[in-house]
């Protein structure tokens, strides 16, 4: 089955760095592959996804990159805020529907 | 528009007794799933259904069940819960993940936090 791989498991930055997330899956079947982020007491909410025929993706201040070749995807976020601050989760799902989630990035940005 | 409504929010139950985690979707989504969270891990799929009448297994499908007999609700049974089974449930839609080349963002629920004693 598909296995997907997040690093780092916590981050901390200062306030208007970047941060950067990586993830690498398994299964060539895997074809979407979004973002996630969970804040305390809430499920999971999508900031940023990329389908398997794109490279790079950008929205204000969050971008993702997709290399399919050697099966990585990175989630970037510049000029990082307090409030963004929480987990994060890179998926990897396939057409028939089976999504496999990382084990999940604690990001703290300090002020 | 209500979204992805999980019901109950919290639940104790002690080994050995049955309940139903409910989930309920307004935005007419054909996929639907379930995944558990425990602390320091990501979301694992439990089960998943690709449309009314269909279901298949995830990643961890033993002791649950579920049926999906419309396309706005998809229940989750503990037949006999047990302590492994303490965990933060989420449930999940999509308009589609499946079939049309096409996979689509999956909205979640707030979540039910079980604990078996």
């Known amino acids: 089955g598909e296995n997907v791989e997040q690093h780092p498991s916590t981050l901390s930055v200062q306030e208007g760095d970047s941060a950067v997330i990586k993830c690498t899956y398994s299964?060539?079947?895997?074809?979407?592959f979004p973002w996630y982020k969970q804040e305390l007491g809430k499920g999971p909410q999508l900031i940023i996804d990329?389908?398997?025929?794109?490279g790079e993706k950008k929205d204000q201040r969050i971008a993702v990159t997709l290399n399919k070749t050697a099966k990585h995807f990175s989630l970037h976020i510049t000029e990082t805020q307090p409030e963004d601050s929480a987990v994060y989760f890179c998926?990897?799902?396939?057409?028939?529907?089976?999504?496999?989630f990382g084990d999940g990035t604690t990001l703290t940005v300090k002020p | 528009n209500a979204g992805v409504t999980q019901t109950p929010k919290f639940q104790v139950l002690k080994t050995g007794q049955s309940m139903t985690l409910q989930c309920a979707q307004d935005?007419?989504?054909?996929?639907m799933s379930w995944y558990r969270q425990d602390p320091g891990m990501g979301l694992r799929l439990i089960h998943y259904?690709?449309?009314?009448?269909?279901?298949d297994q995830g990643e961890v499908p033993n002791g649950y069940n579920v049926s999906r007999s419309t396309t706005e609700d998809f229940p989750l049974r503990l037949l006999s819960a047990a302590p492994s089974q303490t965990s933060v449930y989420f449930c999940?839609?999509?308009?589609?993940?499946?079939?049309?080349?096409?996979?689509?963002?999956?909205?979640f629920g707030n979540g039910t936090r079980l604990t078996v004693t």
């Open positions: 999940a839609s999509s308009y589609s993940n499946m079939g049309t080349g096409h996979n689509s963002p999956l909205h």
């Open positions: 299964d060539s079947a895997s074809n979407y």
């Open positions: 990329i389908r398997s025929n794109v």
């Open positions: 998926a990897a799902i396939t057409n028939a529907g089976k999504s496999t």
């Open positions: 935005m007419n989504h054909e996929y």
């Open positions: 259904s690709v449309g009314a009448g269909i279901t």
